[in-house]
């Protein structure tokens, strides 16, 4: 039974992977996804192809977003309007899924960032549009950008305050 037990642990350890994650586009840094081509899926299941013109991220969450439509005229679309959102970036990113020692397994080359509602499947879904950071890998988990993640926390142990600086959370949705 024991060896049982070391063979499947065995398998399952062995066949762990990590994957890269996109890098999460700051507040400041709208400049990257503007005047870039944008292709928009909107709720009613059209699509939307134009030039992202204007937009905000607040908190990482897309807001406020003005496409020029391919005959030239302009649209506002609202994020509860959409249900996926894919700007085309200059520079394509390429990702890695690699195993536990190191090895690149798979490589994926995306030209796209991606935003969309991680909370899609509640009844109420609230309105925002979320950078996914695992976009090649989302088949079963969802990865996206949380919009706390600007939130500088810290934590108080023994009069001391210690705070990073740099914290790092994510929202994770099941498909």
Excluded: C, W
């Amino acid at each position: 039974m024991k060896t049982l037990s070391s063979i499947i642990l065995f398998f399952l350890i062995s066949s762990s992977y990590a994957q890269s994650l996109m890098t999460k586009i700051g507040d400041d840094r709208i400049d990257e996804i503007l005047n870039k081509p944008i292709l928009v899926n909107l709720k009613n299941d059209s699509l939307i192809n134009g030039t992202l013109i204007s937009a905000n991220l607040m908190r990482g969450s897309l807001v406020n977003i003005t496409i020029k439509l391919l005959d030239g005229s302009k649209q506002k679309i609202k994020p509860d309007q959409v249900k996926s959102l894919k700007v085309r970036i200059a520079k394509p990113i390429k990702f890695s899924i690699r195993d536990e020692a190191g090895n690149v397994v798979k490589d994926v080359t995306n030209s796209f960032i991606v935003f969309e509602h991680p909370y899609a499947s509640q009844k109420k879904p609230k309105p925002i549009l979320m950078q996914l950071l695992n976009p090649g890998f989302d088949n079963q988990i969802k990865i996206y950008a949380d919009p706390n993640d600007n939130i500088d926390k810290s934590i108080l142990i023994r009069g001391v305050q210690l705070s990073s600086g740099e914290i790092h959370s994510y929202l994770i949705a099941k498909n």
